[in-house]
Structure formats: C-alpha cells, structure tokens
C-alpha cells in the first residue's frame, strides 16, 4: 500500500546509516510489513538494503547473518557439514507464513524487529542462542540476547535511532543436536506454538526455546536432559500464565496446554526416549 505521509526516501552513503536518522524515521528492510499497514507517524524511509552488509559470513565464531540478508538466502545457503544444527536455518525459514513475494523481500532482521510472536527468524535466533548487534546514533554498539531484545507482541528494545545490524550465532550452538516442534491452526497457518530443544552431545545439557506460544520469547537450560517431572516444573516456573499469547491462532489455555505437550515430544526426543 501507498504509505501518503512520507516525503524523503533515503538512500545513506558509507555502512553505518545512524547518523542520518530523525525523529519520523523508519529504518526500510523488505518492506513487507512497511507496506502492508497504515503508518501515519512516518516522514522518510531510511533505505537499509544499499548498505551492502554481506549477507551471510562463516568464521571461526560461527556464523554472521546481516540484518539485511532475505530470508530466501538463508533458505538456500548450504551450512557446513559439521553444523549438526544448520539444517535448522532452512527450517525455520520454511515456518514462514508467507507466499514467495514476501519471501523474496523480507529480510532476517526485518522479521526480527517486526517482533511478533510468530516471527520465525525471532525462533531460529534464539533457538541458536544468537548475539544480536545493535548500531547506535553517535557510533553506539551494544549487543543483546533474542529473549532481552524481544520484549513483547510488537515491541522490542531497540532505542529511537538504533538500527539491529547483525544476528551472530555461535558455532558451539550450530553443533548441537536439535528437535523441534511447531503447531497451526492451518496446514500453511501461522504459528500457534514453535518451541526448540537443543542439546550439545559431548556435555548432554538440554535448552528449550519457547516462541509463538507466548508473547516474547523464553529460553529454559539445564546441565543435563531433564525429566518430564522436572521439565513441567521448570515451565511452571518460567512462565506465567499471563506470557501466553492471544490471537485468532489460539487461545493462552490452548497455547500453554501445548506448549507443555510440544516440550515434552522434544525433551523425549532429545534423551532418545522417543
Ligand atoms: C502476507 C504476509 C504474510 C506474513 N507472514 C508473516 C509470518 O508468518 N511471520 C512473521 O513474523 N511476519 C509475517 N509477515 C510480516 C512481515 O512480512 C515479516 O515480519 C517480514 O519478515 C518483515 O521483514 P522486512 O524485511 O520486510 O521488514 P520491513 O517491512 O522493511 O520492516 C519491518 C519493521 O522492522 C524495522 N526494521 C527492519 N529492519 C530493521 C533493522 N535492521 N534494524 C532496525 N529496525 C528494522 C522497520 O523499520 C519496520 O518497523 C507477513 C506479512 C505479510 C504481508
């Protein structure tokens, strides 16, 4: 759709786009949310994708995603053989609701700062326990874990001004095993419920990441793989009723009763119980 109230598309020179920001600003990715409601507020579009930030980088750390990389390049880049868990990149990108124009636009940080709780590249980089880097105006740099960025449907921590540049996930996170579970209310639906167990196979921890159930994001670790007694607990006391998200894709009833079902199916899995 037409956005009528902006005047000045943006186009920054040099790599880091913070200090051309002002107040009625929008930082433009794919566009794909930008463009699909009303944004009154909004003055100029600060375009993100002339940057020229690559892509995808593999180093010794593990791996660099751009905020501006498609999400369509995630789905077709070939992880390394060893990444026992890079398979998972192209599966959270097929839990995307979406036909191939949005595919073909959005970016892995547009969908994470649009910040719903069905945001797939929101479960992916928490689920890999990702760092993200956050350019500020002034040359600030600050870092977040997925769970202290996302702070609820649609809001997230970024500060007035401050651009989300890289989503970096560790390679010791990118060799663990993985299991994954998620539920629609529809065979290509939204997701009600997308929860992850990952587990490193030399120390036998377990970390579940709970997304779309609730309203931001929740990871639980443990040293070892716990029970099913001890995994209920550990949800009861990680999350409240009130985190369950609500919308037309479920209710809170609905989406905590899975959430402790879906986690079960993982944690079995994952202890090879399954
Ligand atoms: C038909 C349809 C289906 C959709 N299905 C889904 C779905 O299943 N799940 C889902 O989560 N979303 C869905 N969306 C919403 C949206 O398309 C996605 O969230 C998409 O990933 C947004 O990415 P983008 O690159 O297009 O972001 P944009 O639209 O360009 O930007 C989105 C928001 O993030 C901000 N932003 C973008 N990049 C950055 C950055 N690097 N730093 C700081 N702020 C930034 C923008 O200013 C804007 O506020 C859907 C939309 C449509 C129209």
Redesign the pocket.
């Known amino acids: 759709m037409d956005q009528g109230t902006v005047k000045e598309f943006i186009r920054p020179s040099g790599d880091d786009p913070t200090s051309q920001w002002q107040p009625g600003d929008?930082?433009?990715?794919?566009?794909?949310?930008?463009f699909?409601t009303p944004l009154p507020d909004m003055r100029r579009l600060i375009d993100?994708t002339s940057l020229g930030w690559p892509n995808l980088v593999v180093g010794p750390q593990g791996l660099q995603i751009a905020?501006?990389c498609r999400?369509v390049d995630l789905y077709d880049f070939p992880p390394p053989a060893d990444w026992t868990a890079g398979p998972f990149l192209r599966e959270a990108v097929d839990s995307?609701?979406?036909?191939f124009k949005?595919w073909n636009?959005?970016?892995v940080?547009?969908?994470i700062?649009?910040s719903?709780p069905?945001?797939?590249m929101t479960t992916m980089a928490a689920a890999l326990d990702a760092t993200l880097e956050i350019w500020g105006p002034g040359g600030s740099r600050r870092t977040m874990s997925v769970p202290d960025f996302i702070l609820g449907n649609h809001v997230n921590a970024?500060q007035p001004g401050e651009?989300?540049r890289a989503i970096d996930i560790p390679l010791e996170s990118l060799k663990r095993r993985y299991s994954y579970q998620r539920f629609t209310l529809t065979k290509h639906g939204?997701s009600s419920e997308f929860l992850v167990g990952t587990s490193d196979p030399a120390k036998g921890d377990f970390m579940l990441t709970i997304t779309a159930a609730t309203s931001r994001p929740f990871i639980l670790r443990f040293g070892t793989i716990p029970t099913a007694d001890e995994l209920h607990a550990a949800i009861d006391n990680g999350v409240r009723d009130g985190d369950y998200f609500d919308d037309p894709n479920g209710s809170p009833a609905h989406r905590k009763h899975m959430t402790y079902y879906l986690a079960e199916v993982i944690r079995a899995d994952l202890a090879g119980e399954a």
């Not at 929008?26 to 930008?34: K, P, R």
């Open positions: 929008a930082w433009l990715a794919g566009g794909t949310f930008l699909s993100l905020a501006t999400v995307f609701l979406a036909g949005i636009n959005a970016t940080g547009g969908n700062c649009t719903l069905a945001s797939p970024l651009v989300l939204r």
